[in-house]
Nanobody
Framework: QVQLVESGGGLVQAGGSLRLSCAAS????????LGWFRQPPGKDREFVAA????????YYADSVKGRFTISRDNAKNTMYLQMNSLKPEDTAVYYC????????????????????WGQGTQVTVSS
């Protein structure tokens, strides 16, 4: 079992930056893939980025590629999402998630591939 807690959300102007953190506990942190998703107001949850067990593999949604960077520190049991050049359309509740599958290099992008979710953190980008 895995517990996930997001932090770092807030209100920022367009063009600004935020860094989200996802602190994990439970199963050994370096033995599962992690991802970030977001849910804009009135819309479905959507994939943002994923990172493999070791952090060697990453995958991004086209909408954030070049602006967002996913990373993990296995010594601190924490994953990060550095968000730069933020746009109003990035406004959403951001969730971190853990995929407990057995493939070391996996970077899953589907909501249903993940087994555990955090409670979410609000990011609001003003124009």
């Amino acid at each position: 079992q895995v517990q996930l807690v997001e932090s770092g959300g807030g209100l920022v102007q367009a063009g600004g930056s935020l860094r989200l953190s996802c602190a994990a506990s439970g199963r050994t942190f370096s033995t599962y893939a992690l991802g970030w998703f977001r849910q804009p107001p009135g819309k479905d949850r959507e994939f943002v980025a994923a990172i493999s067990w070791t952090g060697d593999s990453t995958y991004y949604a086209d909408s954030v590629k070049g602006r967002f960077t996913i990373s993990r520190d296995n010594a601190k049991n924490t994953m990060y999402l550095q968000m730069n050049s933020l746009k109003p359309e990035d406004t959403a509740v951001y969730y971190c998630a853990a995929d407990l599958g057995l493939v070391v290099t996996t970077v899953p992008a589907g909501v249903y591939e993940y087994d555990y979710w955090g409670q979410g953190t609000q990011v609001t980008v003003s124009s």
